[in-house]
């Protein structure tokens, strides 16, 4: 009998989802950088054009920790488009509980990820990974990614707030 | 007076974008990658949800190239999602025909982007840049952009259909 289930996040999942938006935020040492709060993961992904989509895994009554959680792990993925062949799925976040790991959690919601990609008919999915994060590179690997940074050389840039400001008033 | 203008692309642009989107891929010496037909990019952008947006940048019928091309730049972006800081608008294609560089259609192309990013209240707009496209870098350098890959360490991953499909139906 499987310990936990996969399903689509619902609008009421959003308190959970922020707590483990938190956990793994916390986890890159990057807590204080969270400003997102319940009420944007809710307009954002649950109102008439969903900016994200999110699958959580949760585990029966008994299993629930001492804070008695029910929701361990999620994922966060939106559709991207690539010019040459077309839809994407993107995976943005992917997080478990440490003390749900080694439970198979992970690879259900690959599982899962890739059954909705190919209902969808995105022709891969992308992610990233920072450098040094060894054990995730290798859990992907062992899946069949492959690194498009080192074979292709793309470098993801970004230009913020300050900067979009600033080019949007240029005359 | 301005000789271009640009504008948020139409169903009936789709030949045009499929043009431009097989010109950038030559540039980069992969148009034979193209396999994305004007069918694809009618239903995946003009449909009831559309996966990607496009402006273009047209230029009056006396200046038409000797083929009578009339939209010599666009830009094709979609809104991806930072659980930090929620949305983001994504570059994710971006280019002006040669004969109609240096007379500042990028520069507005942009600076429209840009008023589409703070109109839908997005934090940062992303994209990526191929690691030895140095003057591309240097034009996004010049206006803010940077290269979080070099910052931040991050790599992007890639899982094709084939190893979905392995993911999927795995028991």
Redesign the interface.
Known sequence: MAPFRIRSARPEDCHDLLRL?KE??KYED?ED????TEK?LLE?GFGEHP??HCLVAEVPEEQWTAEEHLIVGFA?Y??????????LL?L??FFVMSEFRGLGIG?EI??NL??V??KCR???????????NEPSIRF?KR????????E?????????????????M?E
């Open positions: 938006i793994l935020a990057m950088q969270v400003v997102l944007d954002d900016f994200y966060m939106y559709f991207t488009y690539d010019p040459w062949i077309g839809k993107y943005e976040d690879s690959l599982k890739s059954q990609a190919l995105c022709s891969s999915m992308h992610f990233v990974v920072a450098e040094g992907y899946r069949g990614a492959s690194d498009l940074s080192t292709e050389g793309w470098r993801l840039f970004k230009i913020d707030k300050e900067h979009l400001l600033k080019m949007a240029e």
